[in-house]
């Protein structure tokens, strides 16, 4: 199963990509999180970027066939989470990226290449 998380992950973090979220990131969490597989972590430039962000990565994964389990409410400026089973998308302004620093809490998670 982490192998299709993998892939949900990468797409997950294209569809971000595609909409212009920065410094676009995939972890491998497995051995440091025992509820997720992968993280995603994606800056927003603004409430109408992660707005946009949102959008196209639940339309991107639901179109794969990729269940939404859950969503962060209530829903802010500074972060927004998506629960796509084994991965988590973590949409957050650069204030909020900075501040929780989710890569330094995972340290040592490998990070997945997703870029073709």
């Known amino acids: 199963m982490a192998r299709a ?12 990509d595609d909409k212009k979220g920065e410094e676009v990131l995939v972890l491998d969490v497995r051995r440091s999180s025992p509820v997720v597989d992968y993280l995603v972590i994606a800056t927003a430039l ?18 794969l066939g990729v269940t939404l389990h859950h969503r962060s409410r209530p829903q802010t400026e500074h972060w927004r989470v998506l629960d796509f089973g084994g991965v988590m998308v973590h949409l ?9 620093a989710l890569e330094r809490l995972h340290d040592g998670a490998k990070e997945v290449a997703w870029r073709t």
């Open 92 to 100: 957050m302004s650069a204030e909020a990226r900075a501040l929780y």
């Open 46 to 63: 603004s409430r109408p970027h992660q707005e946009s962000l949102e959008t196209k990565v639940e339309e991107d994964l639901t179109a």
């Open 5 to 16: 998380f993998k892939a949900v992950a990468v797409a997950a973090a294209r569809a971000a």
